[in-house]
T-cell receptor
Framework: TQLLEQSPQFLSIQEGENLTVYCNSS?????LQWYRQEPGEGPVLLVTVVTGGEVKKLKRLTFQFGDARKDSSLHITAAQTGDTGLYLCAGVTTDSWGKLQFGAGTQVVVTP | DTEVTQTPKHLVMGMTNKKSLKCEQHMGHRAMYWYKQKAKKPPELMFV???????INESVPSRFSPECPNSSLLNLHLHALQPEDSALYLC???????????FGQGTRLTVV
């Protein structure tokens, strides 16, 4: 079973639309990271959230960390075709340093 | 320099071959990781090195043998692999006790 549950598994939208990806767990995380991965490439770190309730914005991307540090969301405003990719949340629980554990990922496809 | 460099990018090997995957980083990170990623799955942790010492082995079969010769290099020696070991092998590095991991582009391994 996956420690981090991501939803949805797949998302197909048109350019200009908004989307939200969710990452949930029953465990408490000391931090959560979001990565984007292109086919055949390694994941690229987008952001780290550390504090419960934290909101971080990177241009059109908004990341939230739940108050209880068990969940996170990624919201993309006015999606572009360059946002296409596999979005992975990952985290380290409070009792397992070094074990960065990944959610199953959300495949996002943005069409023109 | 924020790169993690992996070589080779692609590798095809027979089940009786011995080969090595190489990973290099010059970010001064003292934690380095090997992950295995199968198609349409998230990365799975294999090994963690901290200060050049193996700190986590996620019950990986002995046909995979990691080595960390110095703080910048990480190798993964392969011997007598099976076709089901075909996958994308990812190297990552981070500051010790910091969750943000930086990934290389991966080695696409095919065992025939």
């Amino acid at each position: 079973t996956q420690l981090l549950e991501q939803s949805p598994q797949f998302l197909s939208i048109q350019e200009g639309e908004n989307l939200t990806v969710y990452c949930n767990s029953s465990s408490v995380f000391s931090s959560l990271q979001w990565y984007r991965q292109e086919p055949g490439e390694g994941p690229v770190l987008l952001v780290t959230v550390v504090t419960g309730g934290e909101v971080k914005k990177l241009k059109r991307l908004t990341f939230q960390f739940g108050d209880a540090r068990k969940d996170s969301s990624l919201h993309i405003t006015a999606a572009q075709t360059g946002d296409t990719g596999l979005y992975l949340c990952a985290g380290v629980t409070t009792d397992s340093w070094g074990k960065l554990q990944f959610g199953a990922g959300t495949q996002v496809v943005v069409t023109p | 320099d924020t790169e993690v460099t992996q070589t080779p990018k692609h590798l095809v090997m027979g089940m009786t071959n011995k080969k090595s995957l190489k990973c290099e980083q010059h970010m001064g990170h003292r934690a380095m990781y090997w992950y295995k990623q199968k198609a349409k799955k998230p990365p799975e942790l294999m090994f963690v090195y901290s200060y050049e010492k193996l700190s986590i082995n996620e019950s990986v079969p002995s046909r995979f043998s990691p080595e960390c010769p110095n703080s910048s290099l990480l190798n993964l020696h392969l011997h007598a692999l099976q076709p089901e070991d075909s996958a994308l092998y990812l190297c990552a590095s981070s500051q010790v006790l910091q969750p943000e991991a930086f990934f290389g582009q991966g080695t696409r391994l095919t065992v025939v």
